[in-house]
């Protein structure tokens, strides 16, 4: 089963507006990756948060994790229309014996209006 | 750096023929995966190589599927026979060592089984 959840599963705004987005996950983690999809494109790797980590930042993004709750949300902050991708969760979980790979949630789709 | 580079882009190819698709990962890099994206599953994880060697296919979805290293710049997907349910974006991604590091994508290539 998927171990990130995004939600919500989509999200307009407007220019200007901040956008939050969260994600879920059940087991436990060494670090929680958020990833940008622009239509047609691959993944491109947005910020890592490990686990003992609770806040960072970069650029107009900010990220949270909460390990008590399992759960993390992506905020950005004056969006902008070129802002307007899907973005995922991913999760590298420390249950099992694969290091390195990744668990990704289906997304949330963010649609930035001019 | 090109980045991880995918061949073909697209392909299109009809039920019961073999498809091949190609990924070189970035020079340097050791791990490599393989990962499946449709709107209902979302993106799937199908096998992840370190060093040339398989450590994970039990994303591989059946003997259809399979996957080779043969050296650290080139891996190759194979689907034989293909079938519509194969219908997907295929990426590759690549990243150094083997740990939980952020996974740099390639773009994919859009297959469609009619």
């Known amino acids: 089963s998927q171990q990130g959840e995004e939600d919500p599963q989509a999200l307009s705004i407007q220019e200007g507006e901040n956008a939050t987005m969260n994600c879920s996950y059940k087991t436990s983690i060494n670090n929680l990756q958020w990833y940008r999809q622009n239509s047609g494109r691959g993944l491109v790797h947005l910020i890592l948060?490990?686990?003992?980590?609770r806040e960072k930042h970069s650029g107009r993004l900010r990220v949270t994790l909460d390990t008590s709750k399992k759960s993390s949300s992506l905020l950005i902050t004056a969006s902008r229309a070129a802002d307007t991708a899907s973005y995922f969760c991913?999760?590298?979980?420390?249950?099992?014996?694969?290091?390195?790979?990744?668990?990704f949630g289906k997304g949330t789709k963010l649609s930035v209006k001019p | 750096d090109a980045g991880v580079i995918q061949s073909p882009r697209h392909e299109v190819t009809e039920m019961g023929q073999e498809v091949t698709l190609r990924c070189k990962p970035i020079s340097g890099h050791n791990s490599l995966f393989w990962y499946r994206q449709t709107m209902m599953r979302g993106l799937e994880l199908l096998i992840y190589?370190?060093?040339?060697?398989?450590?994970?296919d039990s994303g591989m979805p059946e003997d259809r599927f399979s996957a080779k290293m043969p050296n650290a710049s080139f891996s190759t997907l194979k689907i034989q026979p293909s079938e519509p349910r194969d219908s997907a974006v295929y990426f590759c991604a690549s990243i150094p060592g083997r740990g939980y590091n952020e996974q740099f994508f390639g773009p994919g290539t859009r297959l469609t089984v009619l």
């Open positions: 190589f370190n060093n040339n060697v398989p450590i994970d």
């Open positions: 948060i490990r686990s003992n980590e």
């Open positions: 991913a999760t590298a979980s420390t249950y099992g014996g694969s290091q390195g790979n990744l668990i």
